[in-house]
């Protein structure tokens, strides 16, 4: 998750600047080409997302554009410490004191999490309405791994330090970086002393190596035992006489020692004298404004208590001349990241923006091409355009747009009330149909959805009040994400799905990720081959916690073992947990144990051959066209299903199509898998019904291009209409008694053996779904007991089927076939069924049905729901299988045949 | 890391009465988890992890930091302390100074480069009515260079009937008056070509300033008109002037008619579309073709009936069409031609190809003549580099083995900083071309008796407006012998040039490419249905493998990849490569997922 701070006065600000590039032909150990630095960065600028300071400036985006140009977003005020200078502002002794006491705490906290800051300048000290500093433009060192993906230093040359200028390599930079920001602090609060800039007239010629001599003089006079740097600056400058307060003059020469040995450290100087008055003015001013409390998912971590100042209580902000929260702006009290992520939605172009300032040009191809290129050396005739270089300039990105959107949402818009969870959990009613307009919205395509300000506007605060008050809210979660899920907040909400929670941070942390075990290799050879076209899994620092996540699951697993596919399994969670692995792996195992019980023991065949024969049953259930084609050519599920089922489709369908197809197959029990393996099977009818064997082979071993939208509904109008029993399975986890069953005993699935799963083609049905399905309830034995449940009610612990399919919920008749003999039928049959004794002349020779009236009735009803009843033995089945042979839809046996039916009392004699 | 370290942790506890001690060596800088590490060294130590847990993450993390401070300190300060005493200060400065101007747009003594104002005026008015006017002009103007081609053709043509007869009538005569007159011929041949180049030369620079002059006039009063029309006042002035400049072209203009497409009849093509990438799938284009390949530059086969055929008809083909209007846009075409180590246009395929160039005006880049005199610049620099990278490593042996690489890299940086001084010293080179008997076929056969050549695997570009159905050609050096070869690999030199190719293209955005699939424009007697195979697995892998890699981190560029074959390959031949490149790409799935099929093909 990105930024908690609110936008307060903030804005935001864009740069743009250009990567180094590889050399052609560059290749790692591995023989692949090296990733583009660009990449690299995206990774590592993912780690800026987590810094949180109320004096640092917080990075939102990091954009790859074109070639090697990437844009950098970022929170931004306008004050700046140089435009102030410019203007000949003059602080006080308390605000030069506040301005210190608050740089130095930001670079504390960065030098803590062992960061430095990238060009500490002027140009980079920002501030708020308040006046509080606002550090920007200090990732750098961390993003570019100081400066090791780009050509330009990291550093403005007028605050550089000795030891950086002396340094013999690049290599050196990230052992110095912190002291060299001490550097740079205490020649900024000398120019805020001195008013003005240490020699102004760098931009001239030699301007530069002026600088640089001077300053290495002044090292070396005082090297040599002479006058401190401190001393020689101020004289050169002519301001020795200048009266100087003794505090700051003492935290100056802490601060600017040649040697970094003898210089203070950031966290040391935060206790110096001369920042103590501004800290008693800090405390009642500065308090972070945090747009949420706690993270859910932070367990018993949660032990910081930061005080947030509620929009209604002035109180704890007054004190500020401009308050930051202006009353009537209640989207100043969103996160920093909410309203980057709306300001996207409302049509913000970066590049468009950055074009307009003239930083970006878009010279025609033709002109850009060399004119010749030598392989071993390099490109001839290209112009060279100072284009390419750094720019610091900052493009204010204009927020007109996204609040004229938005100028229509009131208070109660941003602080919605929410339902009760208990009510909810009944009738699962979501809060878009407390409104027309929301309600039409939701309905609308998820790509469309994901793209509307308006829509995602709502979402995306209820579901940030929804996560803030995890767990009590986890049904309100599993409510709304049954109508849809914000992708800005989907990795907190599939956590909330899977039912997450605990200190996940703690329990994640005692894992040992390090030591050696024998499938690091294999885990190794695997990372760089999974999902490589999302950039952050294809930078170092994701396969850096990829590595970790796969060896965690490992570890944490003895009894199981790593199958190719786990990868591809992990990918989801870790891009959209990125910076929170606890949570991305809580994620994942919560996952596999839920959906994929199992299915990496070492030896797993007998739960993927039993899923795998249940598949079967349902394509012949529900296609059996198809069915029938693919048993001809021998196209079984084994040649294709197990890598979909084994990595539930991440292996086949790129992130994107695994989000929208998991957010509802997160919603389903375990087995909801198998419709979706039908309903693609579903969408490539029409090439499986003409390819041959080997076609399908090619087809499958390289999935086309699916629709998603399409296959998610169908895989849930199948799930909808099929009767639980006939997905049964053993080998998984073991299915929870549902809630609603009443019945008898006797009136459950007795489960099938694998081989006997094989042998039939058709699934088998219980008596106690027959029962619900012919609403028998009242006449069963065993049911006597059971208040009338109302007729369509709906599982409440399968909230898929809560999801409006905007079809019939169940098509069709049930029409249940006798084939026992006509004697045995009329000693006692179950209502409207129909006898079509198996060896007395239903089918001819072909297979084909014979024309009596029986067979004539179910021709005409072939789409109906057609069980069939047998005394014992397997002639169900084979009856079954040659109906299906003529192509009958939703053809299933009934388990325990006539004889449970006859123990259930639902046997009717013709006498009588 | 050079500058890592390793340091050794200790740790003090007691285990049922007895002290022991937990050791372990630590990276700093350290990049992990304290809680973490403490907890994985719990594990290791068989420490219950309820007993000293927090003791041991307090005494990690105070050891980290304080390691890690002695590791900045030590660093920060020898930097400074070496610097000192080894004397290397004003290196270092100007190092950084250095630095500063190359990489920093606040120091460089860079600009930015000035747009040529020309592109975009050109870009505004293709895309406005004006286009049909403005290709009318190029049509007219390239009829009076047919008409002044054709002039200079039969006034070669005469000479050489006139030569012939003189020739005839000196069969009698000795030998040294044969060789006399022979010599006395040449020279006058070589006269009467150097005039008409010069007079081509003339007319083509004529038409190009009036063409450039027209477009900017035509622009201004299309741009004033649309800023003035709300101020009223000049508004009427500007249109009636406007009129003017339309109707001074479209006097003498009778309207145009836009060709039919008509392919020819004897072409063998096929087409694909091919998904490529694991689960994030990209689609691209590719099509088999048989075909000649000049047959992109111009609509006729031979350039010499070409102007025929100009001449007779005032008709547009709508793909020169198409051409015109993506000039400036990213849908760009590009060719690659073969060609040999040398750069002129005196025979072969490079012949045709400049002859093609020359038939009419390039109203946008330098002509093919002068575009190779630069690129004959910048060849003369490449082999100096080279050279001097030879004798470099031969006489660096001995010493340091990194020095090399460093002076190489100076030395290339210097080329790079010299190269636009070389470009202007190549123009004003241009410019003394109106000289008699300075024609650029002469100069460039010159420059080759120095014998500047480039590399197998380096390759040019030529950018040309009027060629029929490319804008870029990317003249790829190679040898015949290579090409002939059927043991051609990818680690061969050419194999690298076209990646190298492909590479720049798409850095530069030009998705669109036409690839001579067996390297070569003709079939020869050698090149057997197994060579050609052979050829075409090689370059439909090379060219996969290219796309595999250039779309893992972009899937959303779509190229545009034909592959075309010389013509006489035979049927058959055809048909085998069209099945490995279904192979190759596996195209049999796309190929009728797409309901209808996708793969067209034009066989009579």
Not at chain 1, 140 to 164: K, M, Q, W
Not at chain 1, 770 to 784: D, F, N, V, W
């Amino acid at each position: 998750m990105g930024s908690n701070f609110m936008l307060g006065d903030g804005s935001f600000g864009a740069f743009t600047f250009y990567a180094r590039e590889h050399q052609a032909e560059e290749c790692n150990s591995h023989g692949l080409p090296l990733t583009p630095n660009t990449i690299l960065m995206t990774g590592r600028f993912e780690g800026m997302r987590n810094i949180q300071h109320n004096n640092l400036c917080a990075y939102l985006d990091l954009l790859k554009c074109n070639g090697e140009r990437m844009v950098c977003v970022s929170e931004y005020y306008k004050d700046s410490l140089e435009t102030r200078m410019k203007q000949k502002y003059s602080f006080t002794h308390l605000g030069a004191a506040q301005l210190a006491a608050e740089l130095t705490d930001a670079l504390s906290y960065l030098h803590e999490r062992n960061m430095a800051a990238s060009f500490l300048c002027t140009e980079s000290v920002l501030f708020n309405k308040n006046g509080n500093v606002k550090l920007f433009n200090y990732g750098f060192c961390h993003i570019t791994d100081y400066g090791n993906f780009v050509d330009f230093a990291l550093e403005s040359p007028r605050y550089i330090s000795p030891e950086l200028l002396l340094s013999q390599s690049k290599d050196l930079h990230i052992a110095m970086a912190t002291k060299s920001n001490i550097w740079s602090l205490g020649i900024i609060l000398l120019e805020v002393f001195m008013e003005c800039h240490l020699y102004p007239d760098l931009f001239l010629k030699n301007g530069l190596a002026t600088l640089f001599t001077c300053l290495l003089r002044f090292v070396r006079n005082s090297q040599r035992g002479g006058a401190t740097p401190l001393d020689g600056l101020l004289e050169t400058h002519g301001l020795a006489e200048k009266p100087m307060d003794t505090n700051l003059k003492s935290f100056l020469e802490l601060c600017l020692v040649p040697l970094p040995s003898k210089r203070s450290s950031a966290h040391s100087l935060l206790s110096h004298v001369y920042l103590k008055v501004a800290k008693n003015k800090k405390d009642s001013d500065n308090l972070p404004k945090l747009v949420s409390i706690r993270n859910p998912f932070d367990g018993e971590r949660v032990t910081e208590k930061i005080e947030v100042p509620s929009p209604y209580s002035s109180s704890s902000m007054s004190t500020g001349e401009a308050n930051v929260i202006l009353k009537e702006d209640h989207l100043s009290s969103c996160s920093l990241q909410e309203v980057y992520f709306l300001w996207s939605l409302a049509g913000g172009d970066l590049n468009n923006e950055l074009s307009k300032a003239s930083l970006v040009t878009n010279r025609p191809p033709v002109l850009s091409l060399p004119c010749v290129v030598a392989q071993d050396i390099k490109e001839f005739g290209v112009e060279e355009d100072s284009i390419h270089l750094y720019d610091d300039t900052v493009v204010t990105l204009p927020m007109e747009q996204l609040r004229k959107r938005l100028q229509s949402k009131g208070i109660e818009d941003y602080y919605p009330i929410m339902p009760d969870p208990e009510v909810v959990k009944n009738d699962r009613r979501s809060v878009v149909n407390d409104s027309e307009q929301l309600l039409q919205l939701s309905k609308l395509p998820l790509q469309i959805k994901e793209k509307d300000i308006d829509y995602q506007f709502h979402r995306l605060i209820l579901y940030r009040r929804l996560l803030e008050a995890y767990p009590y809210t986890k049904e309100l979660i599993i409510t709304e994400a049954i109508v849809d899920v914000c992708p800005l907040n989907r990795g907190p909400i599939w956590a909330a799905l899977l039912d997450v929670h605990g200190d996940i941070v703690s329990r994640y942390d005692e894992i040992d990720k390090e030591s050696a075990t024998p499938t690091d290799r294999q885990i190794a050879v695997d990372i760089p081959r999974c999902h490589q076209y999302h950039l952050l899994l294809a930078s170092t620092t994701g396969q850096f916690k990829f590595n970790r996540l796969l060896k965690a699951w490992v570890r944490d697993h003895p009894h199981l073992v790593y199958w190719q596919g786990l990868d591809s399994l992990c990918a989801p969670f870790l891009s959209l947990n990125f910076n929170d692995e606890a949570l991305a792996y809580a994620s994942f195992c919560s996952f596999i144990d839920k959906y994929l019980t199992n299915f990496f023991l070492k030896d797993n065949s007998p739960v993927m051959q039993e899923y795998l024969a249940i598949f079967l049953q349902l394509i012949a259930y529900h296609d059996p066209v198809v069915f029938n084609r693919l048993d001809t050519i021998g196209f079984f599920p084994d040649l294709y299903a197990i890598p979909w089922f084994l990595t539930m489709f991440t292996h086949v369908f790129p992130l994107d199509k695994v989000y929208h197809l998991w957010d509802t197959l997160l919603l389903g029990n375990p087995s909801f898998p198998l419709f979706v393996g039908v309903s693609i099977l579903v969408q490539l009818r029409n090439e499986l019904l003409s390819y041959d064997f080997n076609e399908c082979i090619m087809m499958f071993s390289d999935l086309p291009d699916i629709n998603i939208h399409q296959c998610v509904t169908e895989a849930g109008r199948l799930y909808h209409i099929t009767p639980p029993s006939l997905y049964l399975r053993t080998q998984g986890k073991p299915q929870e008694p549902l809630d609603n069953f009443h019945g008898p005993p006797e009136a459950c699935k007795v489960p099938l053996s694998i081989e006997s799963l094989r042998l039939e083609c058709s699934p088998q049905l219980s008596a106690h779904d027959l029962i619900s399905l012919c609403k028998l309830e009242s006449r069963a034995i065993g049911y006597e007991r059971v208040s009338k449940t109302p007729p369509n009610s709906k599982d409440p612990n399968d909230p898929l089927l809560w999801r409006d399919l905007g079809t019939k919920g169940r098509n069709g008749e049930v029409i249940v076939i006798d084939i026992r003999t006509q004697e045995e039928f009329e000693s006692g049959h179950m209502m409207s069924s129909y006898n079509l004794p198996h060896y007395e002349g239903t089918f001819l020779p072909n297979g084909d049905l014979t024309g009596s009236p029986e067979t004539a009735c179910l021709r005409e009803r072939e789409w109906d729901f057609i069980v069939i009843l047998a005394g014992k033995g397997d002639q169900a089945a084979t009856f079954a299988r040659q109906l299906v042979r003529l192509n009958f839809h939703h053809v299933c046996t009934l388990n325990g045949g006539a004889g449970v039916l006859r123990s259930l009392g639902l046997l009717s004699s013709v006498l009588e | 890391m050079a500058s890592s370290c390793e340091v050794e942790f200790s740790f003090d506890y007691k285990s049922r009465g007895e002290s022991k001690q937990l050791k372990a060596s630590l990276p700093i800088p350290y990049e992990g988890n304290i809680r973490e590490t403490a907890a994985r060294l719990m594990t290791i130590n068989e420490i219950p992890s309820h007993l000293f847990e927090e003791e041991l993450v307090s005494a990690l993390g105070a050891f980290i930091s304080e390691e890690t401070r002695k590791w900045r300190d030590r660093i920060g300060d020898d930097a400074i302390l070496k610097a000192f005493e080894g004397g290397t200060i004003d290196k270092q400065v100007n190092e950084w100074v250095s630095r500063y101007t190359h990489n920093h747009a606040h120091f460089t003594t860079l600009k930015k480069v000035p747009d040529d104002p020309f592109p975009s005026i050109y870009l505004q008015l293709v895309h406005s009515p004006a286009l049909t006017t403005l290709l009318q002009l190029e049509h007219t103007y390239s009829l009076s260079m047919n008409d002044i081609s054709s002039a200079a053709r039969n006034a070669v043509t005469n000479m050489h009937k006139k030569h012939d007869k003189e020739l005839e009538n000196m069969l009698q005569k000795t030998d040294t008056d044969v060789n006399k007159l022979m010599r006395q011929h040449v020279f006058e041949k070589k006269e009467l070509e150097d005039k008409w180049m010069l007079e081509i030369n003339e007319q083509q620079n004529v038409q190009k300033r009036e063409y450039r002059d027209w477009l900017s006039r035509l622009h201004e009063e299309l741009y004033e008109e649309t800023t003035t029309t709300g101020g009223g006042g000049g508004g009427k002035k500007q249109k009636s002037r406007k009129k003017s400049a339309l109707a001074e072209l479209q006097s003498n203009q009778q309207p145009m008619m836009i060709e039919d497409v008509q392919l020819p009849n004897e072409r063998m093509e096929e087409s694909f579309t091919i998904y490529l990438g694991a689960q994030q799938k990209s689609s691209h284009s590719l099509r088999l073709i048989c075909s000649n390949i000049i047959s992109y530059c111009t609509d006729s086969r031979d350039p010499a009936a070409a102007s025929a055929d100009i001449a007779g008809s005032m008709r547009l083909n709508p793909r020169r069409i198409e051409t015109a209007v993506s000039l400036y846009s990213t849908e760009l075409t590009a060719l690659i031609l073969n060609t040999d180590r040398e750069i002129n246009t005196i025979s072969g395929l490079k012949e045709v190809f400049a002859d093609c160039c020359r038939l009419s005006t390039d109203f946008h880049f330098p002509s093919i003549d002068e575009q190779l005199l630069t690129v004959q610049g910048f060849a003369t620099e490449i082999k100096e580099t080279r050279e001097t990278m030879k004798g470099e490593k031969v006489g660096g042996d001995s010493t340091d083995t990194t020095s090399p690489n460093k002076i190489n890299f100076e030395s290339s940086l210097s080329n790079m900083s010299l190269s636009p001084d070389r470009s202007s010293a190549n123009s004003s080179l241009l410019g003394s071309l109106s000289n008699p008997g300075l024609s650029p076929k002469s100069v460039s056969s010159l420059e080759t008796d120095e014998g500047v050549t480039l590399e197998p695997g380096d390759f040019y570009i030529t950018r040309h407006s009027n060629l029929s159905q490319v804008h870029v050609i990317c003249h790829l050096v190679s040898d015949d012998k290579a090409i002939l070869n059927p043991s051609l690999n990818t680690r061969h030199p050419i194999m690298l040039g076209l990646r190298n190719i492909l590479r720049t293209l798409a850095r530069n955005r030009i998705h669109k490419v036409i690839i001579p699939l067996l390297l070569t424009d003709q079939m020869k007697p050698d090149m057997t249905i197994n060579w050609c195979l052979k050829r075409a697995e090689l370059v439909f892998k090379s060219v996969k493998g290219f796309l595999l890699e250039s779309t893992t981190w972009q899937s959303d560029q779509t190229w545009t990849v034909q592959f075309l074959l010389p013509e006489g390959i035979s049927d058959d031949g055809f048909e085998q490569i069209s099945d490995l490149l279904s192979k190759t790409y596996r195209t049999s799935i796309s190929r009728s997922l797409s309901g209808n099929t996708s793969g067209v093909r034009i066989v009579n």
